[in-house]
């Protein structure tokens, strides 16, 4: 009707415009290779250490390497840990980064589902640990609050394929926000004890660094020993020195303000030194960094059927499995709901809670961040024997649930990911990074 103004009704899920769905696909194409390699690596390590031959895969981690005189002759699993999984976390910043900056959460409306339900699906199952582990055990709070992306993913990729694209953008955005609340978490509660003149002094080179990139300087034989002396001295000073690669990862400039070097008609406010960083390393990340890690850490003795039913009857390994399968989807669909209570949203068409709850479950496997919180808390020995156990049985019972609810749905997904495919409207739609 004339003077009226016809309000719309905000929804969730809706479609990405296309050049950010095409650029998702691409990143979950690489992550879901690099979950198959996560897979393929857990497994092996897991075989070895119940083998005849344990003695000989703990023999491997301990294996020291590394410049004595820098104080980094560390054993081959601290460095997976440490220095391979910084890798990891540089990738996660560069990713949130973009998303906040160019891609379709830099609408707020768009960003506060994700990241609320990411928020929650941290809170809740720290509560839920307390309240099952409590005592001695309440260190390892956090252990059962991030989602492994990478595994995740590797398993959407068996049950899920025509899982819709908004369905499988908010996994990954979910899991990158949970990454970054994962660096927080490190450096505020697991720094055993602070050296503030190395912390101080990684400030220089990351400094430095952080100069060079807003110059568009692309020099790897600049960059790189820059980036490693601050790596270096965040060790050094006693925070976890993964949290280094989050801080590198936020000086990296997202949109490019003047032309690239050896170009006469460069755009301007296109895409800067994030995208060309993120192509370069998330290959190394999702095939070598994480399963890396995952072989030196997945590999635990199970001690057979009765001494996995006893690890599993310990209140941290209880806490762990219930923060994972409980807390994890009840922590994602409360503050989901909650933004879509307060802010009147409906789900996208097509789509039902079901499918929210299927996607929550699929969120509880937990793996890299949460063996990476194990080893922070509780060290080496018994109890950590009993975290690496505890996490992944947590996880392929998530994985095992979500495949159940996934499936449910499959016929409703496939014809959703039938109109997606068909539908040729994005013809023409110019890419974020270009001016029209």
């Given at each position: 009707?004339?003077?009226?103004?016809?309000?719309?009704?905000?929804?969730?899920?809706?479609?990405?415009?296309?050049?950010?769905?095409?650029?998702?696909?691409?990143?979950?194409?690489?992550?879901t290779?690099?979950?198959?390699?996560?897979l393929?690596?857990?497994?092996?390590?897991?075989?070895?250490?119940?083998?005849?031959?344990?003695?000989?895969?703990?023999?491997?981690?301990?294996?020291?390497?590394?410049?004595?005189?820098?104080?980094?002759?560390l054993?081959?699993?601290?460095?997976?840990a440490d220095?391979?999984?910084?890798?990891?976390?540089?990738?996660?910043?560069?990713?949130?980064?973009?998303?906040?900056?160019?891609?379709?959460?830099?609408?707020?409306?768009?960003?506060?589902?994700?990241?609320a339900?990411?928020v929650?699906?941290v809170?809740?199952?720290?509560?839920?640990?307390?309240?099952?582990?409590?005592?001695?055990?309440?260190r390892?709070?956090?252990?059962?609050?991030?989602?492994?992306?990478?595994?995740?993913?590797a398993?959407?990729?068996?049950?899920?394929?025509?899982?819709?694209?908004?369905?499988?953008?908010f996994?990954?955005t979910?899991?990158v926000?949970?990454?970054?609340?994962?660096?927080?978490?490190?450096?505020?509660?697991?720094?055993?004890?602070?050296?503030?003149?190395p912390?101080?002094?990684?400030?220089?080179?990351?400094?430095?660094?952080?100069?060079?990139?807003?110059?568009?300087?692309?020099?790897?034989?600049?960059?790189?020993?820059?980036?490693?002396?601050?790596?270096?001295?965040v060790?050094?000073?006693?925070?976890?020195?993964?949290?280094?690669g989050?801080?590198?990862?936020?000086?990296?400039?997202?949109?490019?303000?003047?032309?690239?070097?050896?170009?006469?008609?460069?755009?301007?406010?296109?895409?800067?030194?994030?995208?060309?960083?993120?192509?370069?390393?998330?290959?190394?990340?999702?095939?070598?960094?994480?399963p890396?890690?995952?072989?030196?850490?997945?590999?635990?003795?199970?001690?057979?059927?009765?001494?996995?039913a006893?690890?599993l009857?310990?209140?941290?390994?209880?806490?762990?499995?219930?923060?994972?399968?409980?807390?994890k989807?009840v922590g994602?669909?409360?503050?989901?709901?909650?933004v879509a209570?307060?802010?009147?949203?409906?789900?996208?068409?097509?789509?039902?809670?079901?499918?929210?709850?299927g996607?929550?479950?699929?969120?509880?496997?937990?793996?890299?961040?949460?063996l990476l919180?194990?080893?922070?808390?509780?060290?080496?020995?018994?109890?950590?024997?009993?975290v690496?156990?505890?996490?992944?049985?947590?996880?392929?019972?998530?994985?095992?649930?979500?495949?159940?609810?996934?499936?449910?749905?499959?016929?409703?997904?496939?014809?959703?990911?039938?109109?997606?495919?068909a539908?040729?409207?994005?013809?023409?739609?110019?890419?974020?990074?270009?001016?029209?």
């Amino acid at each position: 009707m004339p003077g009226t103004t016809a309000t719309r009704t905000p929804r969730l899920f809706n479609r990405s415009t296309w050049p950010e769905a095409r650029r998702i696909a691409d990143i979950l194409r690489k992550e879901t290779i690099g979950g198959a390699l996560l897979l393929a690596a857990a497994l092996a390590a897991l075989i070895w250490a119940n083998s005849p031959w344990a003695q000989t895969y703990q023999d491997l981690r301990t294996l020291e390497a590394g410049p004595a005189a820098l104080h980094l002759n560390l054993d081959l699993a601290t460095w997976a840990a440490d220095g391979l999984l910084a890798i990891f976390f540089f990738v996660a910043g560069l990713e949130l980064k973009r998303e906040f900056v160019a891609g379709d959460l830099r609408d707020l409306r768009r960003a506060a589902v994700p990241v609320a339900a990411a928020v929650g699906g941290v809170v809740v199952p720290a509560l839920v640990y307390l309240t099952v582990a409590s005592g001695a055990g309440a260190r390892g709070w956090a252990i059962p609050t991030a989602t492994d992306i990478a595994f995740a993913l590797a398993v959407l990729a068996v049950i899920g394929r025509s899982l819709p694209d908004a369905l499988r953008t908010f996994l990954l955005t979910l899991a990158v926000v949970d990454d970054l609340i994962a660096i927080v978490i490190i450096a505020t509660f697991y720094t055993s004890h602070l050296s503030m003149l190395p912390l101080l002094a990684a400030m220089v080179p990351l400094a430095v660094f952080a100069v060079l990139v807003r110059r568009g300087v692309r020099a790897w034989w600049l960059l790189l020993p820059l980036a490693f002396a601050c790596w270096a001295l965040v060790h050094a000073s006693g925070v976890h020195a993964t949290v280094a690669g989050g801080l590198l990862a936020l000086t990296v400039p997202v949109l490019s303000r003047t032309p690239p070097a050896g170009t006469r008609n460069g755009t301007p406010d296109g895409p800067g030194l994030a995208e060309h960083f993120e192509h370069r390393f998330r290959p190394i990340s999702a095939g070598v960094a994480v399963p890396v890690f995952a072989f030196f850490s997945a590999g635990v003795g199970l001690g057979g059927l009765d001494g996995l039913a006893g690890t599993l009857s310990d209140p941290v390994a209880m806490g762990i499995v219930a923060g994972l399968l409980v807390g994890k989807p009840v922590g994602i669909l409360a503050a989901t709901w909650l933004v879509a209570r307060f802010t009147r949203a409906t789900l996208d068409e097509g789509l039902a809670w079901i499918d929210m709850a299927g996607l929550a479950v699929l969120a509880g496997i937990g793996f890299t961040v949460s063996l990476l919180i194990g080893e922070l808390a509780f060290g080496t020995g018994e109890t950590d024997a009993r975290v690496k156990i505890a996490v992944l049985a947590g996880s392929l019972a998530a994985a095992l649930l979500a495949t159940v609810i996934l499936r449910l749905r499959a016929r409703l997904y496939r014809r959703i990911h039938q109109t997606e495919t068909a539908d040729s409207d994005h013809d023409g739609i110019p890419d974020l990074y270009q001016q029209p």
